[in-house]
């Protein structure tokens, strides 16, 4: 993220436009919305601001610019002429004396920039792809006007009015709460019909019986919620609903960066990965972790890569809240074979090579029963093996010991779903010593079976591997 966004309130302070053209005209214009003393240099100016200097809403000299122009400690500078020199020059002198400056379709001289804005007043979106390209973002803005009613502002007004009642009356933990079920009520949609009466009626009825059951409410929730094999795309709704909802995450090693980053921004964030030789933080301290601030009354959101029912010990996780009486849900994720699967181009079933489908992880529990080598090796049935990297010439062998051909197809899948991943594919017999030579040490899918080889013929995705905005 190259520029951090902000609201900069600009309310009667003195702004510089240098340049009298379209483009300067577009940008008095937004500042003028935001009740900035705009004062222009340029030669000429466009009829629209000629208008506007006759009524008086903003000061000009009719001049070129010159380096005493800035004297006047502006608290913007935008330079919008159709001459380079000039505007370069406006940029490093504005930029030495530490203000603010923009210099329009050239984002390599700008300190600050002014996105597209969706303006709902007092409610304001801003849509910025960092000066790369302001046609996509006013694009993404004209969706986004769409999607957001006009009368959002007057929401926004009737909520102000019992912003400080409700500061008085609920626990900070609580009013957050409080609000999200306010906005997805009908009370919403009181306001936006003009039912204000009505609307404020029911506001403080919530408000009354909130109080009365924040007296006696003391435990929170858990969300146990499937991150899915890593693309956020493939995220359900409900998912990120409840993410967005959280006070608290506790979070795996598998989850990737870019889901971590949809969680509420002001939830606390713990780290419980585990590494196939190290539990920096064991399983029984997770659970009790769970109970412990749930008990706290905070919303808890246990986080997990692929779905938490499918090798994520979630069982084990909601046994000990059942035993707590600590409340929960449980919203299933894409597990990682299902999308590794799907983003390989490797149906784990096909009508022509496997009628069946095998799930096994590699991890065992301390005491556990070796491994059904024989059952694993079934006709027209593929093979996964979760968390098996580490263990793959060992498995390998096994196999091929118990009777599997040594050339039967099998592939690694690593990082699936994700502009980082890779795609190894041989035979049962090879797969090891590729996978060592490549160096692979996580994060990996192994899939065994006939229906590898469609590989070659329905790969799809292609990772992306260029840079982000």
């Known amino acids: 993220m190259n520029f951090l966004p902000l609201f900069l309130n600009i309310h009667q302070q003195p702004c510089l436009v240098v340049g009298g053209g379209s483009v300067a005209t577009r940008k008095v214009d937004l500042l003028l919305k935001s009740s900035a003393k705009v004062h222009i240099i340029a030669p000429e100016l466009t009829p629209q601001l ?17 380096a005493a122009d800035l004297d006047l400690n502006y608290r913007l500078v935008l ?6 020199t000039v505007n ?8 030495a004396r530490g203000l603010l400056v923009n210099v329009a379709d050239q984002p390599q001289l700008c300190n600050f920039i002014l996105p597209s804005i969706i303006d709902r007043d007092p409610v304001q979106i801003a849509v910025s792809t960092g000066g790369a390209s302001p046609v996509l973002a006013r694009l993404l803005r004209s969706q986004l006007e769409t999607l957001i009613p006009s009368n959002y502002g007057q929401l926004a007004r009737f909520v102000a009015q019992y912003r400080t009642q409700v500061q008085q009356q609920l626990p900070s933990r609580q009013r957050r709460s409080f609000w999200e079920t306010v906005l997805q009520s009908p009370i919403v949609e009181r306001v936006f019909s003009g039912q204000h009466t009505q609307a404020s009626q029911e506001l403080e009825e919530l408000l009354a019986h909130t109080c009365a059951q924040s ?41 990737a960066p870019e889901i971590l980053n949809l969680v509420r921004r002001e939830a606390e964030r713990i780290y419980v990965g585990k590494q196939p030789t190290e539990h920096p933080v064991p399983q029984p301290e997770i659970n009790q972790l769970l109970i412990q601030l749930a008990k706290q009354g905070k919303r808890v959101l246990r986080l997990k890569g692929g779905d938490p029912f499918m090798f994520g010990r979630g069982g084990e996780e909601i046994e000990r809240l059942m035993e707590e009486g600590i409340p929960f849900q ?42 059904n080598w024989k059952g694993m090796i079934q006709p027209q049935q593929t093979l996964v093996i979760y968390m098996g990297v580490r263990a793959l010439p060992n498995i390998a062998q096994n196999l091929m010991d118990n009777g599997l051909a040594p050339d039967t197809p099998a592939a690694l899948i690593q990082k699936a779903t994700t502009s980082d991943q890779r795609i190894l594919v041989g035979s049962i017999s090879s797969l090891p010593g590729l996978v060592q030579a490549a160096e692979i040490t996580m994060h990996s899918i192994i899939i065994i079976g006939e229906v590898v080889k469609l590989h070659q013929k329905l790969a799809w995705f292609t990772p992306f591997k260029g840079g982000t905005d």
């Open 330 to 371: 449980v919203v299933p994720g894409i597990t990682a074979a299902m999308g590794t699967s799907a983003y390989a181009g490797i149906p784990l079933t096909h009508r022509d090579y496997a009628q069946s489908c095998l799930f096994v992880t590699a991890q065992f529990k301390e005491g556990s029963p070796p491994l």
């Open 50 to 66: 000629t208008q506007l200097l006759h009524e008086g809403k903003l000061t000009h000299q009719t001049k070129t610019f010159d």
């Open 215 to 255: 007296k006696s409410a003391t435990v929170g929730e858990v969300y146990l919620v499937g991150g899915g094999p890593g693309d956020p795309d493939l995220l359900t709704f409900r998912a990120l609903r409840l993410m967005q909802q959280a006070d608290v995450v506790l979070y795996d090693r598998l989850v």
């Open 79 to 84: 330079a919008a002429t159709p001459d380079k």
């Open 88 to 95: 370069q020059q406006v940029y490093t002198l504005a930029h």
